[in-house]
């Protein structure tokens, strides 16, 4: 089993920056595990937000966040950041923690991720 903690969310203005952390425990080792962050808006299906191989790799992102949110890996720390700069009324969701031993960092469907965090939300104001 993993587990996944997530933290940071908050209310933010339109233009401002968060940083989600994600910290994650379980039998395995951390490097074990691919990970990645979903999100899900109100009245909307959840996400695909960012994602990484378990072997390292390129980091693979969502049209919608490319360019504005990056996503670090600290395999010392058992632990995935989220930074979200520029955040729009679009980016309102509560983002989710991801893992799973076989999810590439284009694996961009939701039941292909076995575990999931309780989430964080996170309320961009216009």
């Known amino acids: 089993q993993v587990q996944l903690v997530e933290s940071g969310g908050g209310l933010v203005q339109a233009g401002g920056s968060l940083r989600l952390s994600c910290a994650v425990s379980?039998?395995?080792?951390?490097?074990?595990?691919?990970v990645g962050w979903f999100r899900q808006a109100p009245g909307k299906e959840r996400e695909f937000v960012s994602g990484?191989?378990?072997?390292?790799?390129?980091?693979g992102y969502a049209d919608s966040v490319k360019d504005r949110f990056t996503m670090v890996r600290d395999n010392a720390k058992s632990a995935v950041y989220l930074e979200m700069n520029n955040l729009n009324f679009e980016d309102t969701a509560v983002y989710y923690c991801?893992?799973?031993?076989?999810?590439?960092?284009?694996?961009?469907?939701?039941?292909?991720?076995?575990?999931w965090g309780q989430g964080t939300r996170v309320t961009v104001s216009s």
């Open positions: 991801v893992a799973d031993r076989w999810a590439t960092s284009s694996t961009r469907g939701a039941p292909a991720w076995n575990y």
């Open positions: 379980g039998r395995r080792t951390f490097s074990d595990y691919s």
């Open positions: 990484v191989h378990w072997s390292g790799g390129d980091t």
